[in-house]
């Protein structure tokens, strides 16, 4: 049973930058890892994924939502178990609360997409961005 905790959240301005930080209680060698977020009255969209497997090139596969590319960079750093989501130029549209999932051999774009496909979840953390 893996546990997500996430952090790094806070209230900044636009324009400002955080890094999300998701640390899992056990291994995520076999986990393909995503961030999620929800505002309120609103569902938990997709944000960012990264593949348990790397690619011919030696890197990891990964995925953004469209309102995110060139803003946001998953990466994942197995050997302290944690995942991170570096957020730039954030803009009040992304206030939320986001969260870390893990799917097991989560390998591919439409498998990680997807919120159903996903094991474990960790709390979220907050993400407010004012103009």
């Known amino acids: 049973q893996e546990q997500l905790v996430e952090s790094g959240g806070g209230s900044v301005q636009a324009g400002d930058s955080l890094r999300l930080s998701c640390a899992a209680s056990?291994?995520?060698?076999?986990?393909?890892m995503g961030w999620f977020r929800q505002a309120p009255g609103k569902e938990r969209e997709f944000v960012a994924a990264?593949?348990?497997?790397?690619?011919?090139?030696?890197?990891?596969?990964?995925w953004y939502t469209h309102s995110v590319k060139g803003r946001f960079a998953i990466a994942r750093y197995n050997a302290n178990n944690t995942v991170y989501l570096q957020m730039s130029n954030l803009e009040p549209e992304d206030t939320a609360t986001y969260y870390c999932?893990?799917?097991?051999?989560?390998?591919?774009?439409?498998?990680?997409?997807?919120?159903?496909?996903?094991?474990?979840w960790g709390q979220g953390t907050q993400v407010t961005v004012s103009s």
């Open positions: 999932g893990a799917a097991r051999f989560g390998t591919s774009d439409v498998l990680l997409r997807l919120r159903r496909n996903y094991h474990y």
């Open positions: 990264i593949g348990w497997r790397t690619i011919t090139s030696g890197t990891y596969p990964t």
């Open positions: 056990g291994s995520i060698d076999r986990y393909g």
